[in-house]
């Protein structure tokens, strides 16, 4: 093995961009990108709302308030020189009851805290300028938030890594872990795969790919689902850009809300219900291994009985096609059930801690000759290069 030899284990976004990042700062390093799909961005990276989060709703000082920042500005500058899709279109943020507008408030001094530029509270008028369907009592203008194609910029990133000496090889998946003398062996359907380095950024299997390594990670994933309706081209005329509903702070889910896709289309939702499968995009999709995990994590049911009322919601919402249009006529009234046909769906890796309670920041953690990525969830896509920026700088 070369002295500087790096195995990146997963293929989403922080996974890739964490391997271009490290070849930047250790060029002509040995470097190997193990996805264990056959093909990368299959998982949260590909079936997200495809919206670049600029860093509003983050608490300041965290991770993800700082790296979403930063990282959304490298986002558009890689985008604009590779010509991956993408505009910077701005967000609308809509308070629907008067009881929302101090929340509202709220948002606007957490992104003013954040660094973000052109933020403006807006009435019911000014919204309307902008968005010229919305209902609400007041609005709050985000201008630097935007869309982008994912799967293009993760196929793009993937290419970079090949021209920069680096391999990405798919249908991967990494079954053994094993440290040895001067680095690690993984164990996969292609062979084996030698590095003095280690680094684990793989989204749903955070916390397994972790436990392979040998480390007891204190957390571990609850896959969340959400699903997506497509608006029919005479809905699409409703929204022009991003309308999202005032963020509930207690939660890390940003609510049912209306995207313009960088690849066409109006997309609307996700709700957040629990999965029975990691990797499940069906509703009823199950996995006995997963759902047993989930069902006997005790974190899981100390958080459904604090936040039981929101539980419930979700999952009615996720088999209603009339619960989940109400949700979107408090921020469009004139959106019908006629206007939504099904869309994909995506699962959020979340991770939790025993006591119920949500791990809300990245949760990255460094050894010697290895560093395991547990936390992930959004704005990570947006934020990645920044993340990977962040890793390749904590290598010695």
């Known amino acids: 093995m070369r002295q500087h030899s790096f195995l990146v284990i997963g293929g989403g976004a922080v996974g890739l961009a964490t391997a271009w990042r490290i070849l930047e700062r250790f060029p002509g390093a040995g470097l190997t990108l193990l996805e264990k799909e056959s093909a990368v961005c299959r998982h949260q990276t590909g079936n997200n709302s495809g919206v670049l989060h ?10 993800k308030a700082r790296l979403a920042v930063r990282g959304i500005r490298q986002i558009t500058e890689f985008c604009a020189a590779h010509g991956v899709r993408h505009e910077i279109c701005g967000k609308l943020v809509v308070a629907t009851r008067d009881e929302q507008v101090s929340r509202l408030q709220d948002l ?24 010229p369907h919305v209902a609400g009592v007041a609005g709050l203008r985000v201008p630097e938030e935007g869309i982008v194609d994912y799967p293009g910029y993760c196929e793009t990133l993937a290419r970079l890594i090949e021209q920069s000496g680096g391999c990405v090889v798919t249908s991967a998946g990494v079954s053994q872990l094993r440290q040895i003398e001067g680095g690690w062996v993984a164990t996969t359907p292609k062979g084996e795969f030698r590095a003095s380095f280690l680094i684990t950024c793989a989204g749903l299997q955070a916390d397994r790919i972790a436990r ?53 289309g109006i997309e609307a939702g996700p709700n957040a219900a629990l999965a029975l499968k990691r990797e499940g995009y069906g509703k009823t999709d199950f996995d006995w291994d997963d759902a047993a995990e989930a069902l006997t994590f005790p974190g899981l049911w100390r958080f459904a009985g604090r936040h039981l009322r929101m539980c419930t919601n979700e999952l009615r ?41 949500l791990v809300e920041d990245f949760d990255i953690i460094q050894r010697p000759t290895a560093i395991h990525v547990l936390n992930a969830p959004s704005p990570a896509a947006t934020a990645s290069l920044a993340i990977g920026e962040k890793i390749a700088g904590m290598i010695g």
Do not use: W
């Not at 600029?54 to 991770?63: H, K, Q, S, V």
């Not at 571990?220 to 409703?238: H, N, W």
């Not at 109400?326 to 939504?340: D, G």
């Open 212 to 264: 392979l390594a040998g480390e007891r990670p204190g957390v571990q994933i609850v896959p969340f689902r959400g699903d997506y309706f497509k608006l029919a081209p005479d809905g699409e005329r409703l929204v022009r850009n991003l309308i999202y509903p005032v963020v509930d702070k207690r939660f890390p889910f940003l609510g049912v809300h209306l995207t313009r896709l960088a690849r066409g």
């Open 108 to 131: 606007f001094e957490r992104g003013t805290a954040n660094g973000l530029k052109g933020l403006e509270i807006l009435t019911p008028e000014g919204m309307r300028e902008i968005e």
């Open 317 to 357: 919402r996720a088999f209603s096609k009339r619960l989940f249009c109400e949700s979107l006529q408090t921020l469009v009234p004139e959106i019908e059930e006629r206007h939504l046909s099904p869309g994909g769906s995506g699962v959020r890796a979340q991770a939790m801690r025993r006591n119920g309670q």
């Open 54 to 63: 600029c860093g509003l709703a983050y608490r300041p000082g965290t991770e």
